[in-house]
């Protein structure tokens, strides 16, 4: 990849985002678009995945929502993204548990940090 690139990417990457692992509880706050209207979404879920690629990093969150299980992936460095932040730590065996959907994520985690 060409300087010109890395350097572009560089300056796109937030400088705001805490460090976390899997297993970690987390609450990301997304601008969500609705027709004109532009107002901001907590979504509060367990870390079951992190991939970091640089600016196109994104991490996977899991969540359980009247009964039903939820997951959704973010860009770590979407300007869509407003923030991240660290609810509890947790301390778990793998670092990517996302084959276990129908295990409960809280029997997953072993303890809390």
């Given at each position: 990849?060409?300087?010109?690139?890395?350097?572009?990417?560089?300056?796109?990457?937030?400088?705001?985002?805490?460090?976390?692992?899997?297993?970690?509880?987390?609450?990301?706050?997304?601008?969500?678009?609705?027709?004109?209207?532009?107002?901001?979404?907590?979504?509060?879920?367990?870390?079951?995945?992190?991939?970091?690629?640089?600016?196109?990093?994104?991490f996977t969150?899991?969540?359980?929502?009247?009964?039903?299980?939820?997951e959704r992936?973010?860009?770590?460095?979407?300007?869509?993204?407003?923030?991240?932040?660290?609810?509890?730590?947790?301390?778990?065996?793998?670092?990517?548990?996302?084959?276990?959907?129908?295990?409960?994520?809280?029997?997953?985690?072993?303890?809390?940090?």
């Amino acid at each position: 990849m060409s300087n010109i690139i890395k350097q572009l990417e560089q300056e796109q990457l937030k400088q705001n985002v805490p460090s976390f692992r899997p297993g970690d509880t987390l609450e990301v706050k997304v601008w969500v678009v609705e027709g004109s209207k532009r107002r901001l979404q907590a979504f509060e879920g367990v870390v079951i995945a992190i991939r970091n690629r640089g600016l196109h990093s994104a991490f996977t969150l899991r969540k359980v929502s009247n009964g039903v299980g939820v997951e959704r992936v973010f860009q770590t460095h979407s300007p869509a993204v407003d923030s991240i932040a660290v609810k509890r730590k947790g301390a778990v065996r793998k670092a990517n548990f996302t084959t276990y959907v129908n295990v409960q994520v809280n029997q997953l985690v072993l303890k809390s940090v």
